[in-house]
């Protein structure tokens, strides 16, 4: 063999086989290549889920799965009660942030103390500045998991959007942008563990839930400092809790 193409064997090395694509990976490809140049655009609502999922030919966990990445790079915008809508705005910053993040998230702690700094902190930004439509928004979703107790999938849908909604209420563009990329590998960690353990799945939903109540009660009452407290305790408790998982 040349030692030209040794050299070039040499840079093949170090790359592995990939798994064969799964078709949540094939539905995101396809929806990502209907943005932005394509027919979906800045704002346009997505078919409902039900309807993707004739239009795909798959199941709602397949539907869902492609979602949630989606929304966690900033592409699409879930919002309770309206569906899933391409977001409006995509900062210049969002390709550097949607491949330099989700690109090496290996270290769950790290991923675990970047949630508690951004959210602790949107939290009290919430607070002082959310306004009727983002505290109706956000009440929405606290409804949503009282009514969802029993309903760990539908649960985690409106807890994600708890979160969502409180980083919109911060009408801060840049921080919402970060949690929304930080997010889905949140929503994919937390349910990992509570797969490792569902019996406990419905205790530790009336717990989330409760917190989540606190946290809304303190953004309501504008009051920053018990909001980024109330926070605090929920991720702290919440991670507690989901690492005791075995």
Known sequence: MSERADSKQQQIDPFRQVARATVSDTIVTQIRGLIPNGPLKPGDRLPSERDLCK????????VREALKPLIAMGLLEGRVGSGTFVAAEMGQFQKPLEWGLLGDLSG?????????MLETNAAYW???RAGPANLAAIE??????????RQPDRFQDFDANFHFEIARATQNKILFRLINVIRGQIQTWIGERLSLSPDRTEALAETSYRQHQVIFTAI???DGEAAR?????????ATRDLQANR
């Open 108 to 116: 769950q702690d790290d991923l675990v103390e970047t949630r508690h």
């Open 229 to 237: 407290a109330a926070m605090d305790h929920h991720i702290q408790t």
């Open 126 to 128: 919430a607070a002082l």
């Open 220 to 222: 309501k009452t504008g």
């Open 140 to 149: 929405a979703t606290v409804l949503g998991m009282a009514e969802n107790l």
């Open 55 to 62: 239009c795909f030919g798959v199941g709602r966990t397949s």
